[in-house]
């Protein structure tokens, strides 16, 4: 399908090469196709804007001053000049992030008669397509890998008319009832706006963590702990969560060895009374992980001691890792409300403080991060956002309307 040409609103693009799971994949405006057809085709195309497209910002009021600020300030640009430039499609709803809980928000959304578009800048299915085998996930008795949930979860989206965009969304314009996004070079226009972009364990960075990962290297003990059943496993950090986790692992495994860097634990007290009261723990103390051994699996930790600088080799079945979870909130600036570590404060409706906007999935402030919170919220965010749109109807015939 020629996009762009006789579609009004159709977005041109140019192929990307991409890891994602659709490598080619074509964008519909949700207005011009019925929204209860499946909006992925089998060889479907990604494009980048052609300079001379009817659709591009390029034709746009959009001058050069605007488009070279763009990268230094682009929510000062988007909140001054939204009547200066060509908005390529507008959405009911626009979602920002395809892990499970935009997949979820996405599938009550365009369920819901929403157009619906989620932006993924890197793989549909987010966090968890890296793990083999989910089991705590309902509904499946036998365990699934995350790429097929998800996979499943965006069929689901598409079934109901939600459309997939491979950008990353680079700035949001939060001012006023009509949202406008960025992303890829284009300009979108939105009702209400989910952030669903998650969060990411901090990494170790040293080699064989990479590749091992899923492979005996994890960042979540309730995810992974069951695969541990009277095996040795290996956990770094001190802090809080470190310690809990591990005391967790000790209903499965036989052994758990805490690897800390300094020679006491960061933890609470109380916390760490428990765990040293634990005959399953046993605790490595000054030292610091610096390679992670193993062919197809973890076989053994290469351990440093800081203070004699010697060199060990712990065998191990399992490695986890818990030196800090990040938010990924590069996207939002000082008027999103988070918390200290840069989790997005929402209530139970996931509200933020901006109207419109609404965060659902591990980037909230929330106690649990698991597929079946972040699908959860997803679901609730759509809802809200559809409540929100429906009361706003009218105004938003006012503030949307066609340039
Ligand atoms: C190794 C591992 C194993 C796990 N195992 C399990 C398990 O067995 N069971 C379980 O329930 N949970 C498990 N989890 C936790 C689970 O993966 C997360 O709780 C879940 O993925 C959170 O979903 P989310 O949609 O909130 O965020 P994410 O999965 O982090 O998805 C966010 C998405 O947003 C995208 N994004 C971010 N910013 C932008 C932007 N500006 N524009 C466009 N896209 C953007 C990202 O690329 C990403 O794809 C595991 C996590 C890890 C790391």
Redesign the pocket.
Known sequence: MDQGRGVPGAIILAPRTKNTRTQNQELRTPHSEPRTKNTRTQNQELRTPRPNSPFSIFNSQFTPISLSLTNLCMFQILSYTTKNFEVNMRYDVII????????AAAIYSARGGLTTAV??????????T??E?????PGFEEPIS?FELTAKMQAQAERFGAVFIE????AMGMEGLCKVIE?GGQYYRAKSVII??????RRMNVPGEERL??RGV???A???GAFYRDKVVAVVGGGDSAIEEAMFLTRFAKKVIIIHRRDELRAQKIIQERAFRNPKMEFIWDTVVQKIHGETRIEKLELVNRKTTDITMLPVDGFFIYIGILP?N??LESRINLDSAGFVYTDEYMHTNIPGIYA????RYTPL??????TS??AIAAWSAEKWIIENEDEFEVDCAEQ
């Not at 920002?96 to 997949?103: C, E, F, R, T």
């Not at 932006?119 to 968890?128: L, P």
């Not at 669903?196 to 364990?201: D, K, L």
């Open positions: 920002v992030g395809a892990g499970p809980a935009g997949l932006f993924e800048k890197a793989m549909v299915g987010g966090q968890i890296v793990t085998e989910v089991e705590n996930y995350g950008e990353e969304i680079t992303a669903c972009t998650g969060a990411h364990p990962t899923g994890s960042y979540c309730t995810c992974d990924s590069q996207l659902a999935g591990d980037i991060r698991q597929v079946v919170t972040a919220d997803g």
